[in-house]
């Protein structure tokens, strides 16, 4: 069974760092591309940021030059880190494979 | 970008009547390898994360009652539920993956009427 596990959502102050996880199990990780997709409260969803199976990434306008997307391979886990945090970003996060696989999400919160 | 745009926002259907909603995306997301649409559609429901429905315009993804159907062409689609069940009480979202910067509609809640 396929299983997306995201953690490391919390209530963070604007301008401050925070990096999300999500461990991946149920498949060959390092065979697939992987996805975040954020999700405001009470609004749709919005892709920020996708990393190869060779590691190429991209990333949304919104969250250039701030949101870094990783993976380790080896630990079969896609990571998030997020700095310059801002209200905005006030969101629960998916980790996404493909089309097919979303986890349950974790929450962030920026709130001074 | 490439922009996706949903209609209605919210549409009320008797229970066993047909829902349709429609997306329309400003560009061709036409996947020249296969010549196939990369829109998708999914299912999400409160607390939940969202649910595949369909791909490639119009291919049910796995488990997916056959009452859910998808269509259309070039930069007009549409997901029909051709009998709407009360578990189909849900937002949907259409999405493009013609690039890897993927985009959503704005979404459609369905309700029963």
């Known amino acids: 069974e396929v299983q997306l596990l995201e953690s490391g959502g919390d209530l963070i102050q604007p301008g401050g760092s925070l990096r999300l996880s999500c461990e991946v199990s149920g498949l060959t990780f390092s065979n697939y591309a992987m996805s975040w997709v954020r999700q405001a409260p009470g609004k749709g969803l919005e892709w920020i940021t996708a990393i190869s199976k060779s590691f190429k990434t991209y990333y949304a306008d919104s969250v250039k030059g701030r949101f870094t997307i990783s993976r380790d391979n080896s630990k079969n886990t896609l990571y998030l880190h997020m700095n310059s945090l801002r209200v905005e970003d006030t969101a629960v996060y998916y980790c996404v494979k493909d089309l097919d696989y979303w986890g349950q999400g974790t929450l962030v919160t920026v709130s001074s | 970008d490439i922009v996706m745009t949903q209609s209605p926002d919210s549409l009320a259907v008797s229970l066993g009547e047909r829902a349709t909603v429609n997306c329309k995306s400003s560009?061709?997301?036409?996947?020249?390898?296969?010549?196939?649409?990369?829109l998708g559609w999914y299912q999400q429901k409160p607390g939940q994360p969202p649910k595949l429905l369909i791909y490639w315009a119009s291919t049910r993804a796995p488990g997916v009652p056959d009452r859910f159907s998808g269509s259309g062409s070039g930069t007009d689609f549409t997901l029909t539920i051709s009998s709407l069940q009360a578990e189909d009480v849900a937002f949907y979202y259409c999405q493009q993956y013609s690039t890897p910067q993927w985009t959503f509609g704005q979404g459609t809640k369905v309700e029963i009427k």
């Open positions: 560009q061709s997301i036409l996947y020249n390898s296969n010549n196939k649409n990369s």
